[in-house]
């Protein structure tokens, strides 16, 4: 007990304080130069949290459905600006994408608020070609201290397509950029372990049974996923001191006028 006692978490050094503020500032400067619409943000329109201590979860919705400012457990910023959803329509060989700071695709309509509530927000949005809707919810789940994305996509058109459907996220523990990066069939996480920086991480995660080809996996760079060649850069873990990227992605076939959905999460390590 008593050496069990004697292991304690590592403050921050003014050093350390210093070294995570530019880090993320050079971030920061990266995505601002990036290739961006003018419905691209980062602005919270929707906020949501509960729980205190290890069961505390914080984040907020763009209007265009990225999950921003993930704090879980309480004091452990996890996900700042960059997060969103990836599109490849494989038979067309084209993509729509948005990933909030780091720019998203120009080939979006204006989203469409469905619903709201104090525990989830529901948003749509077509691709100005018509041919996909993505339907997103966004929900909280206070029991399990997590966050769930129901993601339903609408193929408009009169014949059968194929898709690869991704989720996107620049995990930064803690606004540190280097971390120790892993993932399972199941999962892509990003964290740091006892010992090395602060010991905390998030995973996305599938969630429930899911129909689809689907895998989680890392890439060694923080750099935006291309949603048709999403394995540029796909690193085998666990790999440490990496500015990584985790990603869920889901190949699947949808019928004409026909609509398919996915279940991802996000969950506090």
Known sequence: MASLCSLSVATLSADDNRKQAQ?????????????????A???????FSSGADNTFVSYCVTVNGNVLQVVTPAGHQQI????????????????????????DSPNWNSPVVLSTSATKV???????????????????????????????LKNNTAVSREVQ????????????????IDATLNSAMIYNSVGRGDPFGLALQN???????????????????APCTPF???????????????????????PPQASKTINVGYKGM
């Open 41 to 47: 943000t980062d602005v919270c329109s929707f906020n």
């Open 232 to 254: 540029t850069n796909q690193a085998i873990g666990p790999l440490v001191d990496i500015d990584g990227t985790a990603i869920m992605t889901y190949v699947i076939t949808i």
């Open 122 to 152: 529901k948003i749509a949005r077509t691709t100005s070609d018509g041919i996909w809707t993505l339907t997103q919810t966004i929900m909280k789940v206070a029991t399990t201290s997590s966050i769930k994305v129901t993601m339903t």
């Open 23 to 39: 880090d993320l500032q050079s971030k920061k400067n990266a995505s601002q130069v990036a290739v961006q619409s003018p419905q």
């Open 207 to 225: 969630i429930g049974t899911s129909p689809f080809t689907y895998l989680g996996f890392v890439r060694n760079t923080a750099a935006p996923l």
């Open 80 to 103: 700042f600006g960059r997060e969103g959803y990836g599109i490849c329509d494989i038979n067309a060989n084209k993509e729509y994408f948005d990933y909030a700071d780091t720019g």
């Open 165 to 180: 459907l991704s989720r996107f996220a620049d995990i930064d523990e803690n606004g540190f950029t280097h971390n120790t």
